[in-house]
């Protein structure tokens, strides 16, 4: 079974700091891919990046960057210089092509960036 | 731009009372899928589609019925609402399985 653990449930930083949203997951198959999403305080869900298990480069995209590790099976998220609008609850999720669900979600990370 | 369009926005019902939330796509996307998000959940699924008049079971699909008669459409069902049911749900679509899910707003719901 698969499964995403998003051990933070709530973080709050002070402007500018950076900050890190952990991500764990579990899965024997071996071709899976990995997801963020951002859900503002307005509610919808917003993609930010996937990446699949084949792929273990970093990436960064302005001040985002996410650090894949299949050997510690982790898929962390960092906030460089945080803003108050990265305010949000942020989902990771996995997908896997066997089981019964297509897309997996850890239960969330709400961070609170405080001017 | 319409992408996934969830109507009602918001509702209220009482406990015994059916209804049915829509869901459309205007992405010819083959995959739809409608979850429950309650606080410190995440995202649950409830039942997906994988094609016009296809539709399988997710994580928590007890209490709700589900029906794709058109490729563009998901209704979600409510036979008897319960207070349990009381979740913000949430429609997405993709034109591959899990990959890259366009969602709704959300429709918010309260069962009293």
């Known amino acids: 079974a698969q499964k995403v653990t998003q051990a933070q449930t709530e973080i709050s930083v002070v402007e500018k700091e950076d900050v890190t949203l952990d991500c764990v997951y579990e899965?024997?198959?071996?071709?899976?891919?990995l997801f963020w999403y951002k859900q503002p305080p307005s509610g919808e869900l917003v993609f930010l990046i996937r990446?699949?298990?084949?792929?273990?480069q970093n990436e960064i995209s302005g001040r985002y960057s996410w650090n894949f590790q299949k050997s510690t099976s982790s898929f962390n998220f960092t906030i460089t210089a945080s803003q108050v609008v990265d305010s949000a609850v942020y989902f990771c999720a996995l997908s896997v092509d066997s089981g019964n669900t297509p897309l997996v979600f850890g239960k969330g990370t709400r961070l609170s960036v405080i001017a | 731009n319409a992408g996934v369009t969830q109507t009602p926005k918001f509702r209220v019902l009482k406990t015994g009372q059916s209804m049915t939330l829509l869901c459309a796509q205007d992405m010819n996307h083959e995959y739809m899928y409608w979850y429950r998000q309650d606080p410190g959940m995440g995202l649950r699924l409830i039942h997906y589609?994988?094609?016009?008049?296809?539709?399988a079971k997710g994580e928590v699909p007890d209490g709700y019925n589900v029906s794709r008669l058109k490729k563009q459409n998901f209704l979600l069902g409510l036979e008897s609402a319960a207070p349990s049911q009381t979740s913000v749900y949430f429609c997405?679509?993709?034109?591959?399985?899990?990959?890259?899910?366009?969602f709704g707003d959300g429709t918010r719901l309260s069962i009293l």
């Open positions: 899965t024997r198959d071996t071709t899976y891919y």
């Open positions: 589609s994988v094609g016009e008049g296809t539709t």
């Open positions: 997405a679509s993709s034109f591959l399985r899990g990959l890259d899910q366009h």
């Open positions: 990446r699949n298990s084949f792929d273990e």
